[in-house]
Structure formats: structure tokens, C-alpha cells
């Protein structure tokens, strides 16, 4: 082998050693400053609440050996505390009432359910039926009278010698219904009479009927507004508990208005933005070092020089030419021909 390959054979092995051990240097170095950014960026972006004292109340924020925050509280101040003591034993009376409440709203509850079966039993006919039953009641009412007035006629008429007087007879009625019978004008005045005193019973039967109709649909409507009144009773008597709730809820929001305010303004302190900010800066400044650390110029000169023809030609020519032997090494110790001299050794340090 020609005695120049070998020598730029070894210039670049040697420059990629040192150009090697230049980069792992270097990307040691750029690790540990990207760690470094990163802590850096850590630290900056953690939350750092901040502990407030109001009129109401304070916060208070506690952190552990590694500053982060461990535990959160607030106190009230003893005058709210005083009031909200005082919430509290009203809570409970107002909830003792809302308990009450459905044994004092009993007897609505009772008092519906005696109304719906009462108006079921109104609706229980229909109105013809309702009708035909007030009818038949008022013929009841007005059959005695009718049968001593009837009893006054006929003795009259015996005592007139009347009797057998009979006038008035009509024929067959178009609807096929047998005409009126003759009888005396008296007779047929009192048939007229209880004729007529029929219609208006009949009429008012119908009415009757619809009213009793309306009669019980409105005593299930009255029962449905007496549960409804019952229910909403007893949702209402929970009124003055939420009230007492709403009090106390409301002292216990004022104190826990410093742990708000100081957890807000820990969250603006963070600052996330100027924390990435940061670590951009970090991470781009690592890698311009890194590129800086891992530059070798005698590296790039050793590993340009074995690639320059013209140099190892030259080279070649200084040591006259002559190939190396076996066992020749470079950058180390081996036998071979001294090319400064020519003669042999059995050790030869390039």
C-alpha cells in the first residue's frame, strides 16, 4: 500500500476521534443546559399564591421543603364567625319546622280526599239520570197537594150537579199521540195547570241535572286546590331554612374571598408566558453553545489534510516513496523503516 494512503488514512481516523470526542462533549454540556432551562422554566411558571386579609376574613397558603404548595385555608373573622353561629341554630329550627310541616298540613290533605269522594259520587249519574231523579222528587212533593186539590174539584162538581158535563175534546195529534179527552172546563183547567206546572219541573230537572254535573267537578276541583295548598304548604315551610342557608352561605363566600383573591393573583404571579419565554431562550442558547463546543478546528484540519491529494503526494515524496512494511502503525509503536533515516527499527513511535 502506497506509503501517502496510509498517512491520510491515520490523519483522518485521527481527526474523527478528536472531532468524536469534541461532539460528545459538547452534547453532554448542551443536556445539561436544556436541564438547566428547564428547571429555570419550572421554577418560573409555579403557582405562588399569595395570602390576603379582608374585612371578612384571611387565607392562608402553606408550601413544603420543595416550595411547593402543600395546603390551603381561610379564616373568618370573629364577628362573622359570631353570625354565622347564629345561622347555624336557625338552620336547625327552620328545619324542625319544614319537619312539621306535613302533620300541621294534614287535615287539607284529608279534607281533599273527603271532596273527591263526594264529588265522585255527584258525577256518578249522568246529567239525564241527575234530571229524571229531580223530577220525580218534585212530583213527590207536589202529588198530595195535587190529590186534595183534585178531591175539592170533584166535590164541587157533585154539588154543582156537574158531573157529567164534558166538553173540550180534541182529535188526533199529527204526531200520532191521542188528542185531549172531554171533561169539564173546571177539570180541564186543572189538567192544564198541572200540565204546565209539569213543564217547568221538566225544564228545570234538565238544569237540575247539568248543575249537579258541575256541582261535582267543581268540589274535585276545590279537593285538587286543598292538596295543592297542602303541598305547597309544606314545600314553603322549608322557606325560612333555605333563607338561613342563604345567610350562612353568604358569610362563608365573603371568607372565602382572600383564598379567591390570593389564588388569582398566585396564577397571574406564574406567568406562563415569560416562563416558555424562557425556556425558548434556554433551549436555542444550548444549542448555539453545543454547536460552538463541538468545532474541533485541528480535528477538521487533520481530517481536511488525509482528503488534500496534493498534500499526500507531498508527504509521500518526503519519505522517498518507500511502501511500509508489515507491522508499521501510526499514532502508536510497531517495527518498520525509520522514514527520516532510512534504516530499520523494531520500534518506531509515530
Same mark, same amino acid.
Given at each position: ?34 436541564? $438547566? ?11 405562588? !399564591? ?7 376574613? &384571611? ?7 420543595? /416550595? ?9 373573622? !370573629? ?19 319544614? $319537619? ?6 294534614? !287535615? ?20 239525564? =239520570? ?8 218534585? =212530583? ?11 178531591? =175539592?174539584? &170533584?166535590?164541587?162538581?157533585? &154539588? ?11 182529535? $188526533? ?5 191521542? +188528542? ?48 295543592? =295548598? ?32 390570593? @389564588? ?23 444549542? @448555539? ?10 480535528? @477538521?484540519?487533520?481530517? /481536511? ?15 522517498? /516513496?518507500?511502501?511500509?512494511? @508489515? ?18 527499527? +523494531?520500534?518506531?513511535?509515530?
Amino acid at each position: 500500500m502506497p506509503i501517502g494512503s496510509i498517512i491520510g488514512g491515520g490523519l483522518s481516523l485521527l481527526g474523527g476521534l478528536m472531532g468524536g470526542s469534541s461532539a460528545r462533549r459538547a452534547a453532554e454540556a448542551q443536556s445539561r443546559a436544556e436541564i $438547566e432551562a428547564a428547571r429555570i422554566t419550572a421554577d418560573e411558571a409555579r403557582f405562588r !399564591p399569595i395570602g390576603i386579609t379582608t374585612r371578612f376574613g &384571611q387565607s392562608q397558603f402553606t408550601t413544603g421543603p420543595d /416550595g411547593r404548595v402543600s395546603g390551603a385555608s381561610y379564616e373568618l373573622t !370573629p364577628e362573622l364567625r359570631a353570625m354565622q353561629d347564629r345561622f347555624m341554630a336557625l338552620t336547625g329550627q327552620g328545619l324542625s319546622q319544614a $319537619e312539621a310541616a306535613q302533620e300541621a298540613f294534614a !287535615p287539607l290533605s284529608a279534607g281533599a280526599q273527603g271532596l273527591f269522594g263526594l264529588g265522585q259520587q255527584y258525577l256518578a249519574q249522568s246529567p239525564e =239520570q241527575a234530571a229524571q231523579q229531580y223530577m220525580a222528587r218534585q =212530583q213527590d212533593l207536589l202529588a198530595p197537594s195535587r190529590e186534595r186539590q183534585m178531591a =175539592q174539584l &170533584q166535590n164541587r162538581l157533585f &154539588q154543582t150537579g156537574r158531573e157529567g158535563l164534558s166538553i173540550g175534546a180534541t182529535g $188526533e195529534r199529527p204526531s200520532g199521540a191521542a +188528542g185531549l179527552g172531554a171533561t169539564t172546563p173546571e177539570m180541564e183547567a186543572y189538567y192544564n195547570a198541572i200540565a204546565q206546572q209539569d213543564a217547568t219541573l221538566a225544564a228545570q230537572a234538565q238544569q237540575a241535572g247539568m248543575d249537579q254535573a258541575r256541582f261535582g267537578a267543581g268540589l274535585l276541583s276545590t279537593a285538587g286546590n286543598l292538596l295543592t =295548598q297542602g303541598y305547597a304548604g309544606q314545600a314553603g315551610a322549608l322557606d325560612p331554612y333555605k333563607a338561613y342557608m342563604a345567610g350562612l352561605t353568604g358569610i362563608e363566600a365573603l371568607g372565602q374571598d382572600p383564598l379567591n383573591i390570593g @389564588s388569582a393573583l398566585g396564577g397571574r404571579i406564574a406567568n406562563p408566558t415569560g416562563a416558555n419565554a424562557l425556556l425558548q431562550g434556554g433551549m436555542a442558547a444550548a444549542q @448555539s453553545q453545543a454547536r460552538a463546543d463541538a468545532f474541533n478546528p485541528f480535528a @477538521s484540519f487533520l481530517v /481536511g489534510a488525509s482528503q488534500n491529494p496534493a498534500l499526500m503526494r507531498g508527504t509521500a515524496n518526503l519519505f522517498g /516513496g518507500r511502501p511500509a512494511v @508489515s507491522g508499521f502503525g501510526y499514532g502508536g509503536y510497531g517495527a518498520g523503516v525509520n522514514p527520516f533515516s532510512g534504516e530499520y527499527v +523494531g520500534s518506531l513511535e509515530f
